[in-house]
């Protein structure tokens, strides 16, 4: 079976975007240039008939830049400051561009009990989908200017390759597709092991795929390694939805994707019996 060519069928795509992916390496400063073709790359998806949704990160970091902080702080008051005003000036220039290609975007902050409890879960959902209806398409991030829970345990739910998972199962997602600093996903760490092999597409994710997230770590920029996105595989892939991870070099890939060609380790769907969403997420996290 060809599971790139299915690609091409997906209704509904949720696309991840990292910090590091959304900066200059050498400034800390939004690439305007990269988030440009972001915007374009979506709206086309948009203009296709599919359902899109964009989790994107980098509200501290904007927010460092702006407040004129030398580096990303590490102190909680000052994260959830920077979280406050980073997240305004995202949304601020994601709604510029996304109106210049006439497309409406909404903007969703969720945090960890926002799953947990039933009735916020069910209106997270309804929200999604009704702003899907009407054509929006939501810009989620993780409410960090309030959410210490989240902040002070980054390896759980404190990392967007997670939340974008747990939103690609809320909503009933085709694809989840997760654009890094790393191309995707290899036998070993390539940084230190020239012998590292790729791994193209993933049918099964065993505990032995499993463990070489295990020790990998993301950028200084994000949160997120390797192991966070396996995380993310397991949650998306339970409830039926597929997943890609990819390099955001260049954010062109995206339609790549979408379009079938061999981008990325893709990680292909197999819906559980009885998945239960919040059941399965306690087990991993």
Do not use: W
């Not at 690439?31 to 979506?42: A, D």
């Amino acid at each position: 079976m060809n599971y790139r060519e299915q690609l091409k069928d997906k209704k509904r795509v949720v696309i991840k975007i990292g910090s590091s992916s959304l900066v200059h390496s050498q400034t800390g400063r939004l690439n305007l240039g990269k988030l440009e073709v972001l915007v374009r790359e979506l709206g086309d998806l948009h203009n296709q008939g599919k359902d899109v949704v964009l989790v994107s990160s980098g509200a501290i970091a904007v927010g460092s830049v702006a407040l004129g902080l030398k580096e990303k702080p590490t102190d909680l008051k000052k994260k959830q400051a920077c979280a406050s005003v980073g997240q305004a000036r995202l949304m601020m220039i994601y709604q510029k561009l996304f109106s210049e290609y006439n497309q409406m975007a909404g903007q969703i902050l969720m945090t960890k009990n926002t799953m947990v409890n039933n009735a916020n879960r069910k209106n997270a959902e309804n929200t999604f989908n009704e702003l899907l209806a009407m054509g929006v398409i939501p810009i989620v991030n993780e409410n960090d200017s309030i959410s210490t829970y989240e902040m002070q345990s980054l390896e759980k739910f404190g990392d967007n390759d997670t939340l974008s998972a747990v939103v690609a199962a809320l909503i009933g997602a085709d694809l989840l597709i997760l654009m890094s600093d790393i191309d995707g996903l290899y036998t070993d760490d390539p940084n230190t092991n020239p012998d590292a092999e790729f791994i193209r597409t993933v049918d099964c994710l065993d505990e032995n795929l499993l463990n070489m997230g295990k020790g990998s770590t993301g950028s200084k920029v994000g949160t997120g390694g390797m192991a966070t996105k396996l995380t993310a595989a397991r949650i998306a892939t339970a409830a039926g939805v597929d997943m890609v991870i990819a390099n955001g070099a260049d954010f062109h890939t995206i339609h790549k994707i979408v379009e079938g060609n061999d981008c990325g380790t893709l990680f292909v769907g197999h819906k559980k019996e009885q998945f239960y969403l919040i059941d399965y997420i306690e087990k991993l996290l």
